[in-house]
């Protein structure tokens, strides 16, 4: 195996590790506290139809933690409202279902969508997520200079696994010209995103 197919073999390899253990993070609802299901159900979805994001947020977490299989559709629905409220949460979840087709079909330009507005309000998850995007042109057109500097951004906001993306895979495809390009593209853009 040639070296730079190695490099695309562990990029890809741990990119899917990646969205693995960001879906499996949303799975953390059963270890709150003891509750009545049903009940707070009802109250989110009060909550929810009164415009709630937060409450719309739960509702999708909710179809994909209580539910067996995940009910992957409901969870896009609520993502999707919660998100157009500029949920950050929702809009990392929302891209994540879209870029793996899991509730509606596979759309990995519209996930892409959904990453930049988490990635410009602070969020790391979405940044490295755009850093992936570009590396596999997935959504968007491949660029490596983009994928270095968001792979960067997220790792400034504290994304241990993102640094790792960037210096084992990304670095390695890149000439020291296009690394200093993405320098300076971070630092266009670091002042812009929402701390």
């Given amino acids: 195996m040639s070296k730079i ?15 693995i253990i ?22 989110l979805t009060e909550d929810a139809y009164a415009g ?3 409450a719309q947020y739960m509702l999708g977490r909710l179809a994909l933690e209580t539910k067996n299989p995940p ?18 949460k929702a809009q990392e979840m929302l891209g ?10 596979a759309n990995p330009k ?11 309000a602070g969020s790391s998850t979405a940044q490295a997520s755009l850093g992936v995007l570009y590396a596999l042109g997935s959504g968007v057109n491949k660029d490596l200079i983009e994928s270095y500097k968001w792979l960067t951004i997220a790792s400034l906001y504290g994304n241990k696994a993102a ?3 960037r210096d084992d895979s990304i670095a390695l495809q890149m000439t020291a010209n ?14 812009k995103i929402k701390k």
Avoid at 5 to 19: A, D, E, G, T
């Fill in 22 to 43: 960001l879906n499996s993070s949303i799975y953390s609802l059963a270890d709150d506290e003891i509750i009545n299901l049903e009940t707070r159900k009802k109250e």
């Fill in 163 to 165: 640094a790792v993306q």
């Fill in 52 to 54: 709630n994001p937060d």
């Fill in 71 to 88: 009910d992957h559709s409901t969870a896009v629905y609520w993502f999707r409202i919660a998100a157009e409220s500029n949920h950050i």
């Fill in 110 to 120: 519209e996930a892409s969508i959904w990453w930049y507005k988490a990635a410009m």
């Fill in 178 to 191: 296009e690394i200093r390009e993405a320098q300076k593209r971070i630092e266009l853009l670091v002042d």
């Fill in 5 to 19: 197919k190695y490099i695309k073999f562990v990029f890809i390899n741990s990119f899917l590790l990646f969205l």
């Fill in 96 to 105: 994540a279902q879209l870029f793996s087709g899991l509730g509606v079909p």
